[in-house]
């Protein structure tokens, strides 16, 4: 599974972005699918996944309410939608899978496949 991840950028504090996570040739719905992001400095974190099948969704508390996830009809593509961007969610934006159905897994080091990364700046 090669996975791509795109939708970076530049945003103003309080903008929005809507990251994409596909695999060209392959349906993704058979799997869940994480995003982490690093900021520099840091370790990776787990931001969100959406489990396969029935669409559960997980969120870190710190962009809970804030952040959505969905698919597209098509099952090729996995949306973040992020909205009320903060500073603090300045990094680079990673999509993953371990090839689970579900989103139990925590750490990095659980996924199997992963998307070049994409930059997320935001400004204050």
């Known amino acids: 599974v090669q996975l791509q991840a795109s939708g970076g950028g530049l945003v103003q504090n309080g903008g929005s972005l809507r990251l994409s996570c596909t695999s060209p040739g392959f349906t993704l719905d058979h799997y869940a699918i994480f995003w982490f992001r690093q900021a520099p400095g840091a370790e990776r974190e787990r931001v969100s996944c959406?489990?396969?099948?029935?669409?559960?969704?997980f969120f870190a508390d710190s962009v809970k309410g804030r952040f959505t996830l969905s698919r597209d009809r098509s099952k090729t593509t996995v949306f973040l939608q992020m909205n009320n961007l903060k500073p603090e969610d300045t990094a680079v934006y990673y999509c993953?899978?371990?090839?689970?159905?579900?989103?139990?897994?925590?750490?990095?080091?659980?996924?199997?496949?992963w998307g070049k990364g994409t930059l997320v700046t935001v400004s204050s």
């Open positions: 993953a899978t371990d090839v689970s159905s579900n989103c139990r897994a925590l750490r990095s080091s659980d996924m199997h496949h």
């Open positions: 959406i489990s396969s099948f029935l669409g559960g969704t």
